[in-house]
């Protein structure tokens, strides 16, 4: 990751483009992956939509793919007042204001998931345990024949 935004201050878009020498293409110097990894942390650190070449922190909206780039960010990013930002963050948040921001929390195991509805069970499942025990101690002893000699 530090090697791409150090690539990413050196060469800027640059480093997100195929590039053609010698009549070869080649790759990007940074992949779409690490891109969106990069660009996912700006959001984050709420430094989306300018880039610092000295420190490395945020991310330029027209390093976006033209598929992602949406058509009011263009507009909202050119004005600098305070309601396009609240604009801005609209678009790339969505309707999520949480802490994580429009990013799913992990989805976990189903045992880890469901932990909460087992203990509830298996505590509703214990308190009529002692009843059942009991219950069916007495229809052993009741099923078992009398103790001594049967006389008929």
Known sequence: MRSAVRKLCQQGVEALRPQKVNEKWRKPAISRRVAG???KAAIRAGTYGKFDAETGAGWDP???????RHPLLDDASAVGDVASNEALDSILLGSNKGAIQSIRPPKETKRERTRETRAQKIE??????DNKIEEYRLEKE???PKPGIEEE
Request: proline share 5%.
């Open 37 to 39: 990894d990069l660009r």
């Open 62 to 68: 027209a390093w976006d793919a033209p598929e992602r």
């Open 124 to 129: 509703s499942l214990l308190k009529d345990a």
């Open 142 to 144: 009741a099923s078992k």
